[in-house]
């Protein structure tokens, strides 16, 4: 009766430690895949980082651009003033040719 307790005993322990390892295994690489995880936030928090700043950057010079824009292809004549279709036509065909060459 005494081995058959010692070799319930030694099944109930080598279970156990190779339940146990099993699980020092799976913990091993639920920290790996925790950590690849870790790196790939920190990458991307860095890219989000660097496009808030392009954003505030693009923010900052846009409407200095936009000024630009309206100087340079400001109208000079109102078309109201203009008052044959002909005119018109020959202002905004002006117009056009402006846009081309630039």
Known sequence: LMPYVFLVFAIGLLTSGLTLLHYIQEN???KE????????????NTQ???????TQKYQQTKPAQI???KERYKDPIDIK???TCEQQLN???H???VF???
């Open 100 to 102: 081309k060459n630039h």
């Open 48 to 54: 989000i980082k660097a496009l808030e700043l392009d």
């Open 28 to 30: 091993t690489l639920l």
């Open 33 to 44: 895949r925790l950590h690849l995880a870790h790196a790939q936030l920190e990458r991307q």
């Open 67 to 69: 000024k630009t824009i």
């Open 81 to 83: 003033k203009l008052h």
């Open 91 to 93: 202002h905004i065909q």
């Open 95 to 97: 117009l056009l040719d």
